[in-house]
Structure formats: structure tokens, C-alpha cells
């Protein structure tokens, strides 16, 4: 059978300070009315049945999560005592898939990206699922449509095959964010899609990998593969998790990873992962300033404004973030948004833990 397998875990620190570790990026309303989980779980309809969608989310985050979507069911949520990066979600999902299913394909999936056709993205999954019938990897890949320095990159080789119409290559290597130069001599080239992080496997062939690539995180897993539906899993998980070290996905597997390849795919996507990515998803005004709230804004330009409660008034802003909460406010340079998680970790350091 096949599964769609929401990642939905994560404190989305660089949206700090409404996205905190007790209400994680997923499950805010940025956007739209609806939380970007609510979102990412209704665009897989009808290619999925809510008993096909497993949602991966740490344990302090399943109440919030599970309550937004009440038709998935509740053994489909997969939790993490703590983060431990995407390597150890995956790898734990699908120990619990092949135990239901040794058979099953798992379409690794987001909750915290934005996609505009929903149409081409769930034909681009439907198409993927075919693929791993021959035991491929499949990445979805993005058509760059800018030279982005915020998102790895994926260089395509040679045509694999075709799949309801949309191409399948090889994968040849996989790019870490790259600078401004690099990004555009990329997108020059015309051979590289972005890094989705979207991933559609056998879950049979992702597990050798791991056992070939990450022995050590192999032997945990299938230690904690033992103890499912048993009573001795809460504690051998508990036991066992702190110990795993964190990893990517991408650098514990995929860049080493057999038979990879990619489904470029052109559609409207962003990982909104910082302030500058959610303004661009929101309106603005003829001056460039996008206000979510109660704002009064005098000869100001480039400004997001994000509040609450009060009025926020700003008078000759240019290019700045101001996000207003009950607890913190944020004022932060547009060109500095990747360093506000670094708020978070000193707030970590010093014992502030009720404002992360």
C-alpha cells in the first residue's frame, strides 16, 4: 500500500516568536485560515485516505496536531520524544510501516511548505509512486524559477523514463545552499532543480540504505522496531532516542544513497521557512509593507508588520520585521532573518524556556 508520511515536527525557530516549541511552525494559521498541517493534509485528498496519511510530530505536539485533523487516526501519528533530526523520523516511520506492510511505499511529505498547485503536485506524487517499483529513490525536484541561496539544489543527469508525463533523471549529486554566484551559474546550467525534500521510496529499499549508510542508527531502530505493539515500546523508545545522533536525511543518506533519482517538477513552492518567505506569500501594499494585525504604518517600505493584539504604529521603516506577540516582540532587519533563530538558542542558553 501506499502512505503519504507528513513531516510535522520541528520548532521553526527562524519564525520565532510565534512558532515555539509548544505550538510548532505546522500548526500556525500564517496564511490562510487554515494551519499549513491542515493545508499539507487536505492537498493529498483524494490520492490518499486519511488511513494512508501518517503524520510524524514530536510527543509535546500530537494534542495540536491530532485535534486540527480529527479524520486521520490516532495510531497514524508517529511521535518523537525529542528532535532528532529528519534521518531518525524517517527511519523510525518506516520501521512502522514495514511492520504493517513490508510491502509499503512511503511518500516522505512536508507541513510547513507552500505549494500553489495542488493539481500538479499531487500528480507529480501519483506519478513518483509508480517509480519505486524498481527499487529507485525518488527526490522531487523544483524548477528554480530564481537563483535562490536559501535552498540545496539537485543536478539531473540522464532521462530515466517518463511517468504520466513527467520526466524521471538521474540524480547526480545533491548541492548544499550555495552562494549568490554559484546559485546563478546553477540555474544558468539548466540541469538543477531545487532540493524539495520531498522523498517517495519502497520502505524495504530505504532501510537497507540506512543499514549500508547508518549502521549505528540501524541497530537503534530495529532495537525499537521490536517493541512495537508490545508494552515494553514506550520505554525502549524513551531509552533509546536520546542516544541517536542527530542527521539530515540529506547528509545521512541521499548524497550516498544507490538509484537515485529525481521528478522535476514546475509548480509555485516555498519552504516557508523565515519571515522573508511568508511576506512573500502575503500581500502588500504599493510601498512593498505586508501587515497581518492592527498596523498604522507613515512612510514606510519593504516592512512586515505581524501582530496581535495592540496597534503597532511605525513611521520611516524600510525593510525591517516586526512581529508582536503577548509575550516578545521581534524588530529584526529583512537581510538578517536567517539569524533570528539564534534568539531562540540564547534564550535556551540562558533558561528563558517559556519563550521558546
Not at 216 to 228: G, M, N, P, S, V
Not at 257 to 284: F, I
Request: net charge negative; glycine share 8%; with cysteine.
Amino acid at each position: 500500500m501506499n502512505y503519504a508520511v507528513i513531516m510535522a515536527g520541528g520548532a521553526g525557530t527562524r519564525l520565532w516568536p510565534i512558532s515555539r516549541e509548544r505550538l510548532p511552525k505546522p500548526a500556525l494559521r500564517l496564511y490562510s485560515e487554515k494551519s499549513m498541517f491542515q493545508i499539507a493534509v487536505e492537498r493529498l485528498f483524494p490520492l490518499f485516505t486519511p488511513q494512508q496519511i501518517i503524520v510524524v510530530a514530536g510527543s509535546a505536539h500530537s494534542a495540536a496536531l491530532a485535534e486540527q485533523v480529527p479524520e486521520i487516526p490516532k495510531e497514524n501519528f508517529i511521535l518523537e520524544p525529542e528532535g532528532r533530526g529528519t534521518a531518525s523520523a524517517i527511519a523510525l516511520t518506516a520501521v512502522h510501516l514495514a511492520e504493517r506492510d513490508p510491502d509499503a511505499v512511503m511518500a516522505v511529505l512536508t507541513a510547513d511548505h507552500f505549494i500553489g498547485n495542488e493539481v500538479v503536485f499531487r500528480g507529480a506524487v501519483a506519478a513518483a509512486l509508480t517509480t519505486p517499483k524498481s527499487d529507485y529513490m525518488v527526490t522531487l525536484g523544483i524548477f528554480p524559477e530564481f537563483p535562490s541561496t536559501e535552498y540545496g539544489y539537485i543536478q539531473q543527469g540522464d532521462l530515466v523514463g517518463e511517468t504520466d508525463g513527467f520526466r524521471v533523471l538521474e540524480a547526480l549529486r545533491f548541492v548544499e545552499k550555495p552562494d549568490q554566484e554559484r546559485a546563478a551559474d546553477m540555474l544558468r546550467a539548466g540541469n538543477y532543480s531545487w532540493n524539495s525534500g520531498m522523498f517517495i521510496w519502497k520502505v524495504g529499499v530505504i532501510l537497507d540504505e540506512f543499514a549500508r549508510q547508518m549502521p549505528e542508527l540501524f541497530d537503534q531502530i530495529t532495537a525499537i522496531r521490536r517493541t512495537i505493539n508490545t508494552p515494553a515500546y514506550a520505554h525502549t523508545l524513551s531509552e533509546i532516542w536520546p542516544k541517536i545522533r542527530k542527521q539530515t536525511i540529506d547528509y545521512g543518506i541521499m548524497e550516498g544513497a544507490r538509484r537515485v533519482v529525481v521528478l522535476p517538477v514546475t509548480m509555485q513552492w516555498t519552504d516557508v521557512g523565515n519571515w522573508n518567505s511568508l511576506k512573500a506569500l502575503l500581500p502588500e501594499d504599493a510601498s512593498g509593507n505586508t501587515v497581518r494585525g492592527d498596523a498604522l504604518l507613515m512612510d514606510c517600505s519593504g516592512t512586515l508588520v505581524f501582530g496581535s493584539k495592540k496597534l503597532i504604529a511605525g513611521v520611516g521603516l524600510q525593510d525591517l520585521i516586526v512581529v508582536d506577540t503577548a509575550d516578545a516582540l521581534l524588530i529584526c532587519r529583512s537581510d538578517r532573518v536567517q539569524d533570528v533563530r539564534k534568539i531562540a538558542d540564547r534564550l535556551k542558553a540562558s533558561g528563558r524556556l517559556d519563550l521558546i
